[in-house]
């Protein structure tokens, strides 16, 4: 989780970016495969970000259904025109 948990449209937390690495790296000490996934605070501004710290999966609530158009939520997630 990158915000508290309980509430959509949260702002994310600050070094969440950190917060992934350190997943990322106890999954590769470990030898393990599980994926990583943000839950929380995901936007088209700082998905890039997530991902380039080594999540695997987003999950992205209000940035999507707070928007009067969801593919184009969608797609500015993805990094998509």
């Known amino acids: 989780m990158t915000v508290h948990p309980g509430k959509g449209g ?3 937390e600050p ?3 950190e917060h992934i690495a350190t997943a990322c790296r106890m999954r590769q000490a470990a030898g393990a495969s599980f994926l990583v996934e943000v839950d929380g605070g ?3 501004f700082n998905a890039a970000q997530a991902v380039a710290a080594g ?3 987003l999950v ?9 158009d969801y593919a184009a939520a969608i797609r ?6």
């Open 15 to 17: 070094n969440y970016e």
């Open 55 to 57: 999540a695997d999966v």
């Open 10 to 12: 949260q702002k994310i």
């Open 42 to 44: 995901t936007k088209a």
């Open 60 to 68: 992205a609530g209000s940035a999507i259904f707070e928007s009067q």
């Open 76 to 81: 500015a997630l993805r990094g998509e025109s």
